[in-house]
C-alpha cells in the first residue's frame, strides 16, 4: 500500500460498522427533523433508529456483520418492539458501540447528558442487551460530546467513571426490564475502565499526562490482548472503546499514528478503528489527513450530508454551551470543510480549543463526515416486518 500517506480507498468498501453508524446518524436526522426529544418521545426515536437498522441489513453483503447484531435485527423485523428484545448472556460484543458516536454529535453539552443517556444505551440494547454491550455504546457517544466540548482527551475516562451512578440509575429505573442484569455485569466493564486509568495514571482529577513507559507495538498488543474478553481484543463492549481511548490518547494530533494504533492490530481493528476515528476527527477534523485516504471513500457523499446536518445544529447552539468556533462550510465539490471563520472568531475558542488548533489558516478542515445512511421514511409506529432476509454471521458483533 505504500504507507498510510498513500492509501487510496477507490473500489474500498466500508464496514458493518460504518454502515450501522450512519443508520444510527440518519435515524437521528429524521427524528430532528420531526424534533423529537428523548424526554418525551424516546419511543419515537427508537423505533425510527431500529427501521433504520432493519433496512441497513440489506446493505450487509461482503461486509460480515455480527451475528448476536443480525438475530436482534430478525427479533425487530418480526415485529418484536423496540423495549422487548431479551436479555442476551452473549451480548457483550461491540456492534453496539461500535455505531453509536454521531449520538455525541446530536446530543452534546452537560444539559444533555441524560438525553445522550437514554438514547445510547437504548440504542445499544436494540441488540446488545447486556451491560457489556449496552455500555460500550454510552461511552462512544459520551466521548464524542465531551470531545466536540472541547474537553481535554485525558479527562474523558475519570469524568465517565466520575458520573458513572447515572448510568447505573437510569437503567434500575426500569425494574422489569433489567431484572437479570446481574452486578457482575457492570462491574465488569467499570472495573476494566478504573484499572485502564490507573495504568495510564490518569484516573486522578490531578493526573493530565498519560502514561506510557514502553509504546511499542507489541507492548500494546499484549495489554489489549490482556483485557480482551475472548482474546479477540476490540471484540467487546469494553474493551472495543478502551483500545480506541488508548489510541486516541497515544496519536495526540497525528492522523497516521492513529491509523496504526486504532485501525492496524492484530484484534478486531474495523471496530477500534471506527470508534477512534469517528473521536478523533471530533477534535482535529481533517486537519493533516491525506485527501486521498477519503476522496474515494464509499457513501462520503452521504456521509458529509449528515456531518453538515450535525455540525450546523451545533453552530446554533454553540455559543450557549460557550463552544462558539469558526464558521465552517463545505464545498460539495471537493470533500473538505474549509475555515471561515475571522481572528475574533478564532479568539473565541476555549483554552482547550485553542491548544488543539494550531495549524495554519490555508489548512483545510473539517466537522465529522462519519455519519450518514440512507434516507428512509418517516414511520410513527411500530416496525412492521420486512421480507428482505438477514443474513447470519459467525463474527460475534
Known amino acids: ?61 461482503g461486509r460480515a456483520p455480527g451475528a448476536t447484531t443480525l438475530s436482534s435485527i430478525n427479533l ?41 443517556l437514554k438514547v445510547a444505551i437504548e440504542s445499544g440494547r436494540l441488540t446488545h442487551n447486556h451491560p457489556t454491550g449496552f455500555l460500550g455504546a454510552y461511552v462512544a457517544a459520551l466521548f464524542t460530546s465531551f470531545a466536540i466540548e472541547g474537553i481535554p482527551a485525558y479527562e474523558w475516562g475519570r469524568t465517565f467513571l466520575q458520573n458513572s451512578e447515572q448510568m447505573r440509575d437510569y437503567i434500575n429505573s426500569e425494574k422489569e426490564r433489567c431484572s437479570e442484569y ?54 467487546s463492549g469494553h474493551d472495543s472503546v478502551l483500545i480506541a481511548y488508548d489510541s486516541v490518547l497515544i496519536a495526540g ?15 478486531d481493528s474495523d471496530s477500534t478503528g471506527v470508534i477512534a476515528c469517528s473521536w478523533w476527527g471530533a477534535v482535529y477534523g481533517l486537519e493533516g489527513v ?19 446536518h450535525f455540525y450546523q445544529r451545533y453552530l446554533k447552539e454553540a455559543e450557549k454551551y460557550k463552544l462558539t468556533i469558526p464558521n465552517i462550510t463545505i464545498d460539495k465539490s471537493n470533500p473538505s470543510l474549509v475555515t471561515e471563520g475571522t481572528p475574533d472568531e478564532v479568539d473565541q475558542l476555549t483554552p ?9 489558516d490555508t489548512k483545510n478542515h473539517s466537522d465529522d463526515t462519519k455519519n450518514h445512511c440512507d434516507q428512509n421514511s418517516d414511520q410513527n409506529q411500530d416496525i412492521a416486518p420486512e421480507s428482505q432476509k438477514i443474513e447470519q454471521s459467525s463474527q460475534l458483533h
Open 76 to 116: 425487530l423485523n418480526n415485529g418484536v418492539p423496540w423495549n422487548n428484545i431479551p436479555y442476551s448472556p452473549g451480548g457483550g460484543g461491540c456492534g453496539a458501540s461500535m455505531r453509536a458516536m454521531c449520538i455525541g454529535l446530536r446530543y452534546f453539552g452537560p444539559s444533555r447528558r441524560d438525553s445522550l
Open 352 to 360: 482547550e480549543q485553542n491548544e488543539l488548533k494550531k495549524t495554519d
Open 253 to 267: 494530533n497525528s492522523w497516521s499514528k492513529l491509523v496504526e494504533t486504532a485501525c492496524l492490530h492484530g484484534g
Open 290 to 308: 491525506p485527501e486521498i485516504n477519503f476522496k474515494n471513500l464509499e457513501y462520503l457523499d452521504r456521509a458529509i450530508k449528515a456531518g453538515d
Open 182 to 235: 446481574r452486578e457482575q455485569d457492570f462491574s465488569y466493564f467499570l472495573d476494566h475502565w478504573k484499572n485502564f486509568l490507573i495504568k495510564r495514571k490518569i484516573l486522578n482529577q490531578d493526573e493530565n499526562e498519560p502514561y506510557y513507559p514502553d509504546n511499542s507495538p507489541e507492548n500494546r498488543e499484549n495489554y489489549w490482548y490482556s483485557i480482551s474478553h475472548s482474546g479477540w481484543p476490540g471484540s
Open 1 to 61: 500500500l505504500n504507507g498510510i500517506k498513500n492509501i487510496d480507498l477507490r473500489e474500498w468498501r466500508v464496514s458493518d460498522d460504518q454502515v450501522m453508524h450512519l443508520a444510527t446518524a440518519e435515524a437521528l436526522i429524521e427524528c430532528d427533523e420531526k424534533e423529537l426529544n428523548p424526554q418525551q418521545d424516546l419511543s419515537s426515536i427508537m423505533k425510527r433508529i431500529a427501521t433504520h437498522y432493519i433496512k441497513c441489513t440489506s446493505d450487509m453483503s
